[in-house]
């Protein structure tokens, strides 16, 4: 059975030390604050608030300030991805190695994903993108996205192996029966682990050979 791998984009292909993903975040309250107008001293409760009960801070700006959400995408992503991350040609040639189709699925913008993508030098080994307008505006991690996924690609989910830096995205995956790999500092839950992404080569490499061996 070909393998489907389904990446997940930020802290995941990259660090989060790298500090890009926290600049986006300060993005997302200085669009509350300046665009919408929202005083800042409410923006940390309304954002938690918000992303527990739509997954994501635009879910909240949706259902109940009626933002557009490609226009908020649009400012919050607009971060010089040069100053934050690096090329990364231990990555790409770890994913040159993995066999299988690999597609990124993100709760950012498609555009998001491909400055990231083209910085990294992965533009060659990802084979689609599906970002949060593909979700319906239903991020990870909810059903909704992982279902229409799978449909788009046409294969069942044993067969897809999801990679992810959080856990709750993970629990989803694995609950539709989804092979997951938690990328951190640390494992958590009943997910594989690696360190970083480039290490993913190392860990199936280990269960082919297992699988392969005589009994
Ligand atoms: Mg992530």
């Known amino acids: 059975m070909s393998r489907t791998w389904v990446l997940d984009l930020d802290n995941t292909l990259y660090p989060r030390n790298s500090g890009f993903f926290a600049r986006i975040n300060q993005r997302i309250d200085r669009y509350m604050e300046h665009q919408m107008g929202l005083p ?6 309304l954002r938690e608030d918000y992303r527990r009960r739509f997954g994501v801070t635009l879910g909240g700006l949706i ?3 009626r933002v557009d959400p490609e226009q908020y995408l649009r400012y919050v992503h607009d971060v010089p991805v040069a100053r934050y991350l690096d090329p990364d040609p231990a990555l790409v040639a770890a994913l040159e190695a993995l066999a299988g189709r690999k597609v990124v699925f993100t709760n950012g913008s498609t555009g998001h994903a491909r400055a ?3 910085r990294l030098g992965l533009n060659a080994q990802i084979d689609g993108i599906f970002d949060i307008a593909f979700m319906d505006y239903v991020p990870k991690p909810f059903f909704h996205g992982y279902r229409k996924l799978l449909l788009e690609l046409a294969v069942a989910p044993a067969s897809c192996w999801m990679v992810d830096d959080l856990t709750a995205n993970l629990d989803t995956g694995r609950e539709l029966g989804m092979t997951t790999v ?3 500092p640390e494992p958590q839950g009943e997910h594989r682990h690696v360190r970083r992404a480039a290490d993913l080569v190392g860990l199936v490499g280990g269960v082919v050979d297992r699988g392969a061996a005589p009994a």
Do not use: F, Q, S, T
């Open 40 to 45: 800042g001293a409410v923006i940390p409760k």
């Open 63 to 65: 259902a109940e300030h």
């Open 116 to 118: 990231v993508l083209a």
């Open 182 to 184: 938690l990328v951190g």
